[in-house]
């Protein structure tokens, strides 16, 4: 099985010796809550959308639905019910590692997520009962690395983390010192909550890639989406940067009325590629995170919605438009480009990048409108892709003295520019 690593530029990954786009589904239940007849329908579905990543918390996602599934727990309990981390339960990883294997063999690359915020004093969301101990972390990773590194997985050592108290940033860095050790060629990041940006200095050392979260806010999707893949990309080591967990679709306006749909869905994974994070996209449907079957109890819905069962939300239009993106960035190459401050325009909301020479330019434009640009694109040829119908079209580009004037089209819809510079040398 194929091993991905990180290109010579150091900001996007290769696969068999060509750029790698990690289109990655969000899945993190499937380890308690799907079955294996379940996993290998999933399975088979997202494999014929193109996705080749799957995100998954090797321990049971604190805030997943309630399932018939879910009997097995990672580690032995103690008699308060609590987990006794000094004991794993073998049961669990086989099913597990049976999982992953199944996944493995129909071209996904697994991204394993070894220690949510739960399990870690100061994050968020610990619960007591479930602290790990510091001395229980490094035979708990080791277990772990035995049991996936035949799979070539991509290691994240923690999920939805703060990194703000001293005990937790001690803990992450545990579990990425031990990795590193005894599987020294393993890809790794780390998962941090929702429009957080504090990654400790320390831990760029240590990781293979940055991952950031844009979340789950309505309020923040004008902004966060591309603010947080630019302040990533503009740090001082040099890494891939993936927005791992955009808004799912189908998941409440944060605690406003209101759930994200496709476009939604579109413009955050657009605003993430071309502002930085241009190293590929993870995609959440509301319902496949959580493995969520119709009728189980969703313990966290004073927060959100209650999910869609899985087979409905596995078929969330949204998914295909982020199969979309990855298939244009295949077709157009666009694994060298870089933000592009060139819109004269008073507005952050459209986003540009552009290859180094500007031989290359992409624009995403989030509704239809007229804009300006610093440059003269009279000498591209140019394609403007209808995101929303996934048809294309050519733009109406005239040249004014500041640049040039892109006129609005008649789709009602977000689109994406394309420019590939026929002017030759």
């Known amino acids: 099985m194929s091993r991905i690593r990180i290109s010579d530029t150091n900001d996007y990954f290769i696969c068999e010796g060509r750029p790698f786009f990690y289109l990655a589904d969000t899945v993190w239940s499937a380890f308690t809550n799907a079955t294996f007849e379940e996993w290998e329908e999933y399975l088979d579905y997202r494999k014929m959308q193109g996705f080749n990543v799957l995100q998954v918390n090797v321990l049971p996602q604190w805030d997943r639905s309630t399932s018939v599934n879910d009997t097995i727990p990672p580690f032995k309990l103690k ?22 294997r199944m996944a493995v063999e129909r071209g996904f690359t697994p991204a394993l997520f070894i220690l949510w915020a739960k399990h870690v004093k100061g994050s968020w969301c610990w619960s007591q009962e479930f602290i790990i101990p510091f001395d229980a972390i490094k035979p708990y990773v080791e277990y772990i690395v035995k049991v996936f590194a035949k799979y070539n997985p991509i290691f994240i050592a923690s999920g939805d983390s703060n990194f703000q108290e001293g005990e937790e940033i001690e803990k992450y860095m545990e579990v990425l010192k031990v990795l590193k050790t005894i599987f020294p060629q393993c890809i790794t990041s780390t998962h941090l909550g929702g429009g957080r940006l504090n990654l400790p200095d320390e831990f760029a050392g240590c990781i293979d890639f940055y991952m950031y979260q844009s979340g789950h806010i ?78 189980d109890r969703f313990g966290w819905e004073n927060c959100t919605n209650p999910p869609d069962d899985w087979r409905s939300a596995l078929r969330f239009k949204g998914a295909w438009d982020m199969s979309f993106a990855k298939w244009l960035f295949e077709t157009y190459n666009l694994f060298d480009i870089l933000p592009a401050e060139i819109i004269l325009d008073d507005t952050d ?23 300006r640009v ?23 580009i005239i040249k004014i003295s ?16 394309i420019g590939i510079s026929n002017i030759t040398c």
Request: charged share 25%.
């Open 218 to 295: 309505i309020e923040q999707q004008n902004t966060l989406p591309w603010s947080m893949a630019k302040h990533f990309s503009k740090k001082s080591v040099k890494r891939p940067v993936i927005n791992s967990e955009p808004c799912y679709e189908g998941h409440r306006y944060g605690e406003r009325c209101g759930k994200f749909g496709e476009f939604d869905v579109r413009k955050a994974a657009w605003y993430s590629l071309l502002s930085g994070a241009k190293a590929g996209i993870a995609y959440g449907a509301h319902g496949i995170w959580s493995f969520h079957h119709k009728g």
């Open 402 to 417: 500041e640049g040039s004037f892109i006129k609005m089209n008649e789709f009602n819809s977000d689109i994406l520019l």
């Open 79 to 100: 008699p308060d019910g609590s987990y006794d981390f000094y004991n794993i339960n073998e049961e669990y990883f086989a099913k597990a590692e049976k999982m992953v």
């Open 374 to 396: 610093n440059r003269d694109l009279s000498g591209y040829e140019w394609t403007l892709v209808n995101l929303k119908e996934r048809n294309f079209a050519k733009p109406e």
């Open 349 to 371: 909301e459209i986003r540009a990048a552009s290859s180094r020479d500007f031989s290359k330019l992409a624009i995403y434009v989030p509704c239809s409108v007229n804009f």
